[in-house]
């Protein structure tokens, strides 16, 4: 097997560490593996044969993608040699960052990319700008709000965008890495998918689905329109997308949650991309646990403002929650086969 590749199908390690949705949150993704000792303070791998499994949505939303996405690739490779493992999972956001679908994108992820000239002239004509919307010269008037048409400016005119979808497209550093992530993978009783994996999905195996995955890349999609519709990448009810046991619990959802954890041979089902707090009784900032322990939901909304994020610790048979601050409260036992 290439050492480059992740082994999507294995034991259950002794430790495991499951973070959620990143929101382009790379200090928050510091702080997360620094306070459980995964890293040094100068950013070398110290966890051992831990194996942390970032359940994707890595890009979009906030300042720090670029870094939060190289640092998961500079650790990779090291915790691998310490016997450990990193496995970064694809998520829906990935996809649309790749293939030019920048709705979510914010001018700090563009101004990743940009060189420290682009970012001067940047600064300086914002600064001009926001001294017109504050009205001066003019010393007399009513001055409305600023705050969102400041920040359309600063959409319309971040610079790095071209550098951006350069190292994002098929040819690019973390484009290739992008398309490499695998879809899904198991670990003893435990599956791990970004959004939730449903019967029709299910029937094609953890290796099948990673063969499907491979088929949609090599199709060579310059854009996210160029992807089927019920292609794995945009099929609602697909892995990246699919939200259905996350929002509901009508007896047919929890009988094909049932079904697809029979067909990987697990019991359990790991997922990101709905957050708990759009479901009730789920709050920013915890995990929550549904359909009976079966199936427990990672993304807490992570980079929330007056929130320490929280991540999923597995080991010693049970699934703790862990913070920053070092509090750990058990979520549920992990099912044995």
């Known amino acids: 097997m290439d050492p480059g590749e992740a082994i999507l199908e294995r034991e259950l390690p002794a430790r495991v560490v499951v973070i959620g949705d990143l929101n382009a949150q790379a200090v928050v993704l ?35 993608a670029r870094a939060a996405m190289e640092l998961l690739l500079a650790l990779t490779p090291l915790a691998r040699e310490a016997g450990g493992d990193i496995l970064w999972l694809l998520g829906n956001h990935e996809v649309l960052s790749v293939l030019r679908h920048e709705a979510y994108v914010t001018p700090e992820e563009y101004m990743e990319f940009a060189t420290q000239e682009e970012i001067e002239r940047f600064v300086y004509a914002r600064n001009r700008y926001q001294l017109e ?71 094609h195996g953890i290796q099948g689905l990673e063969a499907e995955t491979r088929r949609s890349w090599a199709k060579a999609p310059e854009f996210y329109e160029d992807v089927e519709p019920q292609s794995i990448l945009r099929d609602p009810l697909g892995p990246l997308w699919h939200r259905v046991y996350a929002l509901a619990s009508a007896p047919s959802v929890r009988s094909d949650l049932h079904e697809v954890l029979a067909a990987t041979g697990t019991r359990q089902m790991v997922i990101g991309h709905t957050r708990t707090d759009a479901v009730m009784p789920g709050e920013a ?20 403002p007056g929130e320490s994020g929280a991540v999923l610790v597995i080991e010693k048979g049970r699934f703790e929650q862990w913070t920053p601050g070092g509090s750990k409260s058990q979520v549920v036992r992990v099912k044995a086969r």
């Open 30 to 64: 510091v702080r997360l593996l620094r306070g459980l000792r995964l890293i040094t303070k100068d950013g070398r791998w110290s966890g051992g044969r831990t194996v942390i499994v970032q359940m994707g949505d890595v890009p979009n939303r906030g300042p720090g």
């Open 133 to 203: 919307l504050l009205g001066l010269p003019r010393l007399r008037g009513t001055i409305p709000p600023m705050g969102g048409r400041l920040r359309a400016w600063e959409e319309e005119n971040a610079p790095g965008r071209e550098a951006y979808r350069a190292e994002m497209g098929p040819t690019g550093r973390l484009g290739t890495a992008i398309r490499r992530l695998p879809v899904a993978l198991t670990m003893g009783s435990l599956l791990f998918v970004h959004g939730g994996l449903s019967p029709r999905w299910a029937a």
């Open 285 to 304: 900032g915890r995990v929550l646990v549904r359909h009976g322990g079966r199936l427990v939901m990672s993304d807490v909304g992570l980079g929330d």
